[in-house]
C-alpha cells in the first residue's frame, strides 16, 4: 500500500482510462477525488474505489470552468485536508479535416485539454508546493508527438500538454515533479468513437504506468514524457 495517506485528484476519471487510474491508486491505499462531468458516471467510481477500502469523493466539475475547478479543489481540500497527486486526464477529440472544424469544436478541444488542465494544475499547486512533494501526471498522447491527419487541433492540445509539463517541471523543482504520458491507441469509447481498427493498448496498460509515475520510488526525471506502446515503454 505504497499511497496509503495519499489524495489523488483524478479528472475525467467517471470511466474508460481515468477510472481505471482511480481504481489502480486505489489499489495502493490512495484516496481519491472522482472528476467528471456526469455524476452517474464519477459516483459509480467511487462506489467502486470504497471497494478497495479507501475513501472517494465525487466532485461533478466541468474542467472548463474556473470556478467550478476551484470549487472542486476546495471539496478536495475540506474533505481531505491535502492533494498529493494530480492527474489531469480529462479529454476530448473531434476527428475532422482542419477546414471542416467549427471553432465550436475548437474550443471544446482546447479548453478540455489545455485550459482546463491549467485550470486543475493552477489550483491545487499551492497545496502541492505547500506539502514539498507530490506528483502532476498530464494526459498527452502519441499524438502529442506526431501530427496525425484529421486531428488538426486534439494534436496541438496535446502537444501542448508537452510543452506545459516540460514548463512547469522547471517552475515547481524539488520533490515535486510533473510528467507526461503519451499512449498510443487506447481501447476506449472516445477512440472507438473516432477509428474503427482495433487500438493497440488497454486503459490498464496506461493506468499501470501512471500508478508507476505517482510510487515514492519513481527515479523519471521532472518533464519526462513517457510514450506508452505494447511494450517495452520508451521515455524520451
Known amino acids: ?35 467528471a462531468r456526469t455524476e452517474r458516471e ?15 469523493l465525487a466532485v461533478k466539475t466541468d474542467i472548463r470552468n ?19 497527486i494530480l492527474i489531469n486526464n480529462a479529454g476530448v477529440a473531434y476527428k475532422k479535416y482542419l477546414v471542416e472544424t467549427s471553432t465550436e469544436e475548437y474550443d471544446e478541444i482546447m479548453d478540455t485539454n489545455v485550459k482546463g488542465m491549467f485550470f486543475c494544475t493552477k489550483y491545487a499547486l499551492p497545496h502541492l ?8 501526471v498530464n494526459m498527452s498522447s ?26 512547469i517541471a522547471y517552475e515547481i523543482g524539488g520533490g515535486l ?6 499512449p498510443a491507441s487506447v481501447d476506449t469509447e472516445m477512440y472507438r468513437s473516432l477509428y474503427t481498427d482495433e487500438p493497440v493498448l488497454k486503459p490498464e496498460d496506461v493506468a499501470k504506468k501512471v500508478l508507476e509515475l505517482c510510487l ?3 527515479t523519471l526525471p521532472s518533464g519526462s514524457s513517457v510514450e506508452i506502446y505494447r511494450r517495452p515503454m520508451r521515455v524520451v
Do not use: N, W
Open 129 to 136: 508546493l505547500k506539502r514539498g512533494e507530490g506528483r502532476i
Open 142 to 167: 502519441g499524438s502529442g508527438k506526431h501530427g496525425i491527419p484529421k486531428l488538426s487541433i486534439y494534436c496541438a492540445s496535446k502537444f501542448a500538454v508537452i510543452g506545459f509539463t516540460e514548463s
Open 216 to 218: 515514492p520510488e519513481t
Open 1 to 35: 500500500m505504497k499511497l496509503k495517506g495519499k489524495v489523488a485528484i483524478v479528472t475525467g476519471g467517471g470511466k474508460g482510462i481515468g477510472r481505471v487510474i482511480c481504481l489502480s491508486l486505489a489499489k495502493e491505499g490512495g484516496d481519491i477525488v472522482i472528476v
Open 66 to 84: 474556473e470556478e467550478e475547478v476551484i470549487d472542486m479543489i476546495s471539496k478536495a481540500m475540506d474533505a481531505f485536508g491535502r492533494i498529493d
Open 42 to 56: 464519477i459516483r459509480e467510481t467511487a462506489r467502486l474505489v470504497e471497494k478497495q477500502g479507501v475513501r472517494a
Open 177 to 182: 515533479q510533473a510528467y507526461a504520458v503519451c
